[in-house]
């Protein structure tokens, strides 16, 4: 009889390529949900920085004409009660773009590692694609306390500004909920490598992050040309 192999701590990347899976599977729940508030922001982000942009290349272009110097640009931009109003307003809806989705992904995250971690199964779908399961410090099953503090506890593994999950790099592979929690995420194989469709799965993320933040680019670049020529009258 083939004695199965013993299970290892998993890796970071690992880890996180389960994460992310979860996570795709999470973010249309999140979007359907939050839909009509993101939409409504998305407006409200868009003929913000329209008009921030309009009135500062105004602002620039009379002070430049009159020759005052950068210093007294900037003092007068400060005061303007039309600049303060387009900021706060561009900034209320980029606090609804970024905080909404975030608070919708965590409360379904919750949901989701207390529905699965605290199973029989003892992993979400993305651990169990990566043949990962989730244990208490001996190695025996988490129950629902536990993965709820887990959870939570994973709260200041983000605002470690990641380096609680970082921890899971580094022997003996225990990131920081980990450890606060008392718990494990261990590789059922043995085997702590990534297989080849995860490898791929991660260059499909990154590929994608690439494409994204150059299309965040051109669209700003492109409002800021829309707002400099509407202000120069071109």
Sequence with gaps: MVRPPDPVAAGFWRRYAAWSLDAACL???VMLLGAGPLRRAWAQ????LQALMTLVAGRLDAGLAQGDPPLALALAAAGDPRLQ?????????LGTLLGLPLLLYALLAMAWALGFEASPWQATP????????VTDAA?????????????????????SLNLGHALAAFPPHLALHDRLSGTRVLARDGDPRLPAWARAWLWLQATACVFA??????LLQAQVDAALRAALGS
């Design 126 to 133: 993305g651990q169990r694609a990566l043949g990962l399961r």
């Design 27 to 29: 973010l249309p729940l």
């Design 45 to 48: 982000a868009d003929a913000g």
């Design 139 to 159: 190695g025996a099953r988490a129950g629902a306390g536990r993965v709820l503090l887990r959870h939570l506890a994973a709260g200041l593994s983000w605002a």
């Design 85 to 93: 109003a387009a900021a706060g307003a561009l900034t209320a809806a």
């Design 213 to 218: 933040l150059a299309w965040l680019y051109r």
